[in-house]
């Protein structure tokens, strides 16, 4: 009689089962990164961040596997080439079934306790969650954002102690030009809610710590300029082989230099480290060898070649305004590159203080905002000066100088950008869509009598805080009303078939020549308008000929319609010699650019002409029109709305004709 061994007491594992456990115990954590790590060497942004540091498997993946390990250790029990007792069989189905039930169990109780907590918990934070070392569990959500608020608020000024050869500067992050934004941030916390955390994992929660690194922005171009300029790391830089002039004649050669410059893939790698743990361990700047990329020999090959690009003067425009730029007087701003071709390049630090000195100052003016409100009688009120502000693009602008440089181009076009004035209104206005400058209109009418300058105000006050709905077309005569001295008008030059004359109301052109100017500024379609029958030069001291609109009421008007989405709010003034008309709306995003003037067809004004009259006493004489030259002038507007059309068609190009009819001395002479 063969004894049954005792069956002993211990749970038993197989091999695999036993290896399984082992390997996950020495298992490292992975890091789950919100973005690549994509380290720039010059000017590309990086931005890093860590969702958390987790198991490398979670608690419900190993559930699993001990299932399936039990199951396979139940399996190679029954060797193949023989049959499983009945009994054996039934007890080892009994026994998975019953881990089975208890693993429902477990789920179902879980289940049901995750419901209640998320309940309770009300969104907070997950229990062990931690933003680098600071512990934000079980947070909600008001608490959680300020305190999250204040971590990165107080990190970024927190100054890092960058050393270079003994050389130690303190240096925040803002400094730096790095960013740690506070919704990217709380988006990463992980939270009590079933749309963010699965079922298994949350039963894992006691066994882990949610331990999250910071998100980071950093821009690597400010970041290496702010310690260049810092540290003077320029003086360390490779230097090329350069000119010099000698006399204003003759270009000399100056010898190229080896240097040092900074390893910026290193800086950022330890920056890294500090960033997502909200550290401030110092971080030593380390350089790496560098070489001219131009020599002497290089420079010898070309000279020629380069002394007459060098030679040849820029001339650099924006608008009707030209500059001069001679770089023979700056060679310290420029440099030299080889590729596949040898070009001039600008030393954008050292230019550009040049540039701003000389050019870019009296160009370059910044946004101011308005306030504009309905009183108690219901009067629009203005209070500010709505102006956009210019600022030159001048990363473009270095770009299109060593373009013009290289290919002999001694005109550039300065470009600008256009910061739009802040515009606050109030909900009343905003309700019909005031909330943007769209337009504005300038003349200017320096040297007029007073009587000319007193109708030129009344004119602009009866249009300012006027609306036009959208889709109505504008009258400049129907809102103008009544020219006549019950409205304060007094009698200045008007011409007029028989000659300039006095007349109520001399003047009123140069408000309506003001507000077309603004309607052409704004892109709308402009349905009626006529030019002067001569030329009138208040009309031509902004801007040139081209854009003056005349008008007399019961004969000429002017006319455009309001194509915008919104209601168009006019405000309307003087300032010293300078009239003003502003257009204020929502912008549906078309462009406008204008170009001209074109002057063709001039024509002499011509002899003396005396036109006898009876009016007059016999030989007596009256002056009715002075001499004015002849001549056409052609504007073009170009309009375009990329939010409509798309970035690739081409801009609508409207022609703006003027003819202007040449005028003698024109005498009247009593019979």
């Known amino acids: 009689m063969v004894k049954k061994k005792k069956k002993s007491g211990k749970k038993s594992f197989s091999k695999k089962t036993a290896q399984s456990v082992k390997n996950r115990k020495n298992l490292p954590y992975e890091f789950a990164t919100s973005k690549s790590k994509e380290f720039a060497t010059g000017t590309k942004k990086v931005s890093l961040g860590s969702k958390s540091i987790i198991p490398y498997r979670s608690f419900g993946q190993k559930l699993f596997d001990l299932l399936q390990d039990s199951k396979s250790s139940t399996e190679k029990k029954i060797p193949k080439n023989l049959s499983a007792s009945p009994n054996s069989g039934k007890r080892d189905v009994s026994q998975l079934l019953k881990k089975i039930v208890v693993v429902v169990t477990v789920l179902a109780s879980s289940a049901a306790i995750f419901v209640v907590l998320e309940l309770i918990s009300d969104g907070r934070t997950l229990p062990f969650t931690a933003l680098a070392s600071e512990d934000l569990g079980y947070l909600k959500e008001t608490e959680l954002r300020v305190k999250v608020e204040n971590l990165l608020a107080t990190y970024e000024k927190t100054p890092?102690?960058?050393?270079?050869?003994?050389?130690?500067?303190?240096?925040?992050?803002?400094?730096?030009?790095?960013?740690?934004?506070?919704?990217?941030?709380?988006?990463?916390?992980?939270?009590?809610?079933?749309?963010?955390?699965?079922?298994?994992?949350?039963i894992g929660i006691p066994f882990g710590t949610n331990k999250i690194f910071a998100h980071y922005e950093m821009d690597t171009e400010v970041l290496a300029n702010k310690l260049?300029?810092?540290?003077k790391l320029s003086l360390l830089r490779a230097q090329s082989a350069t000119f010099s002039l000698q006399d204003n004649k003759t270009f000399q050669i100056i010898p190229e230099k080896e240097g040092q410059i900074l390893d910026l893939e290193d800086l950022i790698a330890q920056l890294q480290s500090n960033m997502k743990n909200l550290d401030s361990k110092v971080v030593s700047l380390n350089m790496k060898p560098e070489k001219p990329t131009v020599t002497s020999k290089d420079l010898q090959e070309h000279q020629v070649h380069l002394s007459l690009l060098l030679k040849t003067p820029l001339s650099l425009e924006y608008g009707s305004n030209k500059y001069k730029l001679n770089l023979t007087n700056h060679l310290e701003t420029v440099n030299f590159t080889k590729n596949l071709d040898f070009k001039i390049v600008l030393d954008r630090t050292k230019l550009m203080p040049v540039l701003e000195k000389e050019i870019l100052s009296k160009i370059e003016v910044p946004a101011s905002g308005i306030k504009i409100s309905t009183n108690s009688q219901q009067k629009i009120i203005f209070e500010g000066d709505a102006r956009d502000g210019i600022m030159v693009n001048k990363k473009t602008l270095i770009a299109v100088l060593e373009d013009a440089l290289n290919t002999q181009n001694t005109k550039v076009l300065i470009p600008v950008d256009i910061i739009k004035s802040p515009v606050e209104a109030s909900q009343d206005l905003q309700a019909l869509g005031i909330q943007e400058l769209i337009g504005v209109g300038?003349?200017?009418?320096?040297?007029?009598?007073?009587?000319?300058?007193?109708?030129?105000?009344?004119?602009?006050?009866?249009?300012?805080?006027?609306?036009?709905k959208p889709g109505e077309t504008f009258s400049f005569n129907d809102n103008l009303g009544e020219v006549d001295a019950e409205n304060g008008f007094v009698k200045e030059l008007v011409i007029k078939a028989e000659g300039t004359v006095p007349e109520f109301g001399g003047g009123v052109c140069q408000v309506s020549s003001t507000i077309y100017k603004a309607a052409l500024w704004s892109g709308l379609p402009i349905v009626e308008r006529y030019p002067h029958s001569y030329a009138v030069s208040y009309y031509a001291q902004v801007d040139g000929y081209g854009l003056d609109s005349t008008i007399y009421p019961g004969i000429k008007d002017l006319h455009f319609t309001n194509d915008t989405p919104s209601t168009i709010l006019m405000q309307a003034y003087t300032q010293g010699d300078n009239g003003y008309f502003k257009f204020y709306g929502?912008?549906?995003?078309?462009?406008?650019?204008?170009?001209?003037?074109?002057?063709?067809?001039?024509r002499s004004a011509g002899g003396t002409q005396l036109i006898p009259t009876k009016k007059l006493l016999t030989g007596q004489q009256k002056k009715i029109e002075s001499a004015h030259p002849g001549f056409d002038i052609t504007w073009y507007r170009y309009l375009s709305n990329p939010e409509k059309t798309g970035q690739s068609q081409e801009p609508v190009k409207e022609k703006i004709f003027s003819s202007y009819r040449a005028t003698a001395n024109r005498y009247l002479i009593g019979e």
Do not use: C, W
């Not at 500067?169 to 079933?194: A, D, M, R, Y």
């Not at 929502?586 to 001039?602: C, F, I, L, Q």
């Open 586 to 602: 929502t912008s549906d995003g078309r462009k406008v650019s204008m170009e001209g003037p074109y002057k063709t067809n001039a």
């Open 160 to 202: 890092i102690n960058f050393e270079i050869n003994e050389q130690v500067i303190p240096l925040s992050p803002v400094e730096l030009g790095i960013q740690l934004p506070l919704e990217k941030n709380l988006l990463n916390l992980p939270k009590f809610t079933i749309e963010q955390q699965n079922l298994l994992d949350f």
């Open 228 to 231: 260049e300029d810092s540290f």
């Open 442 to 468: 300038h003349t200017a009418f320096a040297g007029s009598p007073n009587g000319r300058i007193t109708n030129i105000k009344i004119g602009f006050s009866k249009y300012d805080g006027l609306m036009i």
